[in-house]
């Protein structure tokens, strides 16, 4: 079965440090780039870090110089360590892979071109 594996979220107070990981599992078989993704209560889902194959990355304006996204593309993993977490951070944070392989759901028997979603990671930052 298709899917992305994250981990490393969790409750901290402001100030500290998380990392975040996301394997993907086998079945995608060409990784283009991955991402993080966040979505507070209320608000909707936003690019918080991109990452290409080549090692290009974009970051949102709010947490450049803070967050770190990295890829390990042996294994088909994607990290993001995230610095001086401010209670703002607090979100879902969805990791994103754009990539060739199986689908999932319905079209799980259909190899091509997909946007694949995680579960998503809680991280709470209070003040």
């Known amino acids: 079965q298709v899917q992305l594996v994250e981990s490393g979220g969790g409750s901290v107070q402001a100030g500290d440090s998380l990392r975040l990981s996301c394997e993907a599992s086998?079945?995608?078989?060409?990784?283009?780039?991955m991402g993080w993704h966040r979505q507070a209560p209320g608000k909707q889902r936003e690019l918080v870090a991109r990452?290409?194959?080549?090692?290009?990355?974009v970051y949102a304006d709010s947490v450049k110089g803070r967050f770190t996204i990295s890829r390990d593309n042996a294994d088909n993993t994607m990290y993001m360590q995230m610095n001086s977490l401010k209670p703002e951070d607090t979100a879902v944070y969805y990791c994103?892979?754009?990539?060739?392989?199986w689908g999932t759901g319905t079209n799980r028997r259909r190899y091509g071109v997909y946007e694949y979603w995680g579960q998503g990671t809680q991280v709470t930052v209070s003040s």
């Open positions: 994103n892979v754009d990539g060739t392989g």
């Open positions: 990452i290409t194959s080549s090692g290009s990355t």
């Open positions: 086998e079945g995608i078989f060409k990784i283009n780039a």
